[in-house]
C-alpha cells in the first residue's frame, strides 16, 4: 500500500470538497440510499462517508473511502405492512480485496454482519446502542466483533457485549501494525 493511500485510510479529509484532493487512482466505494414514504428507506445507520451526494428529491449516494466501516439499514412495506427488515455492517474495499457483490453498493464491499428479519435487527440494532452509550463511535470497532455478532446471530445464540477493554484492545492492536 502506497503512503498516499495510508494517509487517505487514516482520516478522511475534512476540506468542502474532500474528494477533489484525492489521488483519483483510490478507490471508492458507492452506497445508493433512498427514502419513499411508508415503501422503503435504505440509510447509513452509523459510518463517516467522504461526501454523500444528493441525486434527487428521494435517493442519495454516499462515498466512502476504502477500510471504513459503516451500516446501512433497508426496511421495505406495501399495503399490508412491513415485508423486509435487512441491517448490513459492511466494510469498504480496495480492487484488490476480496469483496461481496451487493446491490445498491459499488463495486462492492466486505460483508462483517447480515441480519435479516425484525427480531435480528432490532437485536443488532441494540448492540449498536449499547455501544454508543459507552462512548465508542460504532465504526471505530473492531471488524472481528461485526464478524462474531453475525456468526453469532446466524447460530442463533447469545450475542457477545462490545466492552471498553475489548475495545482497548482492538485499538492497541492496530496501532502495533
Wanted: proline share 8%; with cysteine.
Amino acid at each position: 500500500m502506497n503512503p498516499a493511500t495510508q494517509a487517505v485510510m487514516a482520516a478522511p479529509p475534512s476540506s468542502p470538497q474532500p474528494l477533489a484532493s484525492l489521488d483519483s487512482r483510490v478507490p471508492l466505494t458507492r452506497v445508493s440510499l433512498a427514502y419513499i414514504e411508508q415503501r422503503i428507506n435504505l440509510y447509513l445507520r452509523f459510518g463517516h462517508p467522504a461526501r454523500t451526494v444528493q441525486l434527487d428529491r428521494w435517493r442519495r449516494c454516499a462515498v466512502f473511502l476504502p477500510a471504513a466501516v459503516f451500516c446501512r439499514i433497508r426496511w421495505e412495506s406495501n399495503d399490508y405492512g412491513t415485508v423486509r427488515w435487512q441491517l448490513l455492517v459492511l466494510q469498504a474495499c480496495t480492487p484488490l480485496d476480496a469483496m461481496q457483490n451487493i446491490p445498491g453498493i459499488r463495486p462492492g464491499a466486505r460483508l462483517l454482519l447480515h441480519a435479516e428479519g425484525e427480531q435480528k435487527t432490532r437485536s443488532v440494532l441494540a448492540r449498536i446502542d449499547a455501544i454508543e452509550a459507552l462512548g465508542i463511535d460504532p465504526a471505530d470497532v473492531s471488524p472481528a466483533y461485526w464478524r462474531t455478532l453475525g456468526n453469532r446471530l446466524a447460530a442463533r445464540l447469545p450475542l457477545p457485549d462490545y466492552t471498553a477493554e475489548r475495545h482497548a484492545a482492538w485499538l492497541a492492536g492496530r496501532a502495533l501494525q
